[in-house]
């Protein structure tokens, strides 16, 4: 997609709503390896609206699905990728600029994989930004980025450790749980016991004193 080369203004107005406002690229390996992130658009408004977004740089960025439509209330979040192999810019110098307008059109949308060499989607969202003569708002999304600290070897092994006695910890906590579950089951079923012998023996023993009073009044008689 062309990109302009002045600096691209904000519209005073500007309908979609936008999250983040601001764009963070955050990794070990910034600068090293593709780092993600992630721009929700929602269209809040009871119509439906095509959108485009550019970037500053398109050997710095890659946009998984540069145009598209929103429907009434519709809500997607677009991919943002930082491409590898060039110096980390200084934050909030680059930035994407989402633009917007307003259409009556009922295109369909195709998805391609990212970073395909053929259009991401079929022609129809792409001629309808070719054939609109201005676009209806702009706001850029300006990019900080952070590269966070490696660990060493050191430290991933103690982190291992660490992970390791956690969950040794756990198991034993289980087993300590399982344990008493079972000891507690054990000392129940033995007072269930004790409580079925006992009523033996009572029901022995009245059945006893039964038979001497039946004895006793026998030799009465």
Not at 20 to 26: D, G, N, Q, R
Not at 97 to 105: G, H, L, N, Q, R
Not at 174 to 179: H, I, Q, R, S, V
Not at 196 to 212: L, V
């Amino acid at each position: 997609m062309a990109e302009k080369k002045k600096e691209e203004k904000d519209s005073e107005v500007f309908v979609l709503k936008l999250n983040p406002e601001t764009i963070l690229f955050s990794s070990s390996s910034l600068g090293d390896e593709t780092t993600s992130a992630t721009l929700k658009l929602t269209n809040p408004t009871k119509e439906k609206i095509a959108f485009k977004i550019k970037c500053t740089s398109n050997e710095m960025f890659k946009i998984k699905v540069p145009v598209g439509l929103l429907k009434p209330d519709e809500i997607t979040e677009i991919a943002l990728f930082h491409t590898p192999g060039k110096p980390i810019p200084e934050n909030l110098k680059q930035y994407f600029a989402v633009y917007y307008v307003k259409t009556d059109s009922d295109v369909s949308i195709t998805f391609k994989p990212l970073f395909s060499h053929t259009s991401l989607l079929q022609k129809p969202v792409r001629e309808l930004w070719k054939n609109a003569k201005k676009h209806d708002g702009v706001k850029r999304v300006f990019i900080t980025f952070e590269k966070l600290p490696k660990k060493d070897k050191k430290e991933e092994k103690k982190g291992d450790k660490e992970d390791k006695k956690e969950k040794d910890d756990k198991k034993d906590d289980k087993k300590e749980k399982a344990d008493k579950k079972d000891d507690c089951e054990k000392q129940n079923t033995e007072e269930k016991k004790d409580t079925t012998e006992e009523k033996k023996e009572e029901k022995k023993e009245d059945e006893k004193e039964k038979k001497e009073e039946k004895k006793d009044d026998e030799e009465k008689k």
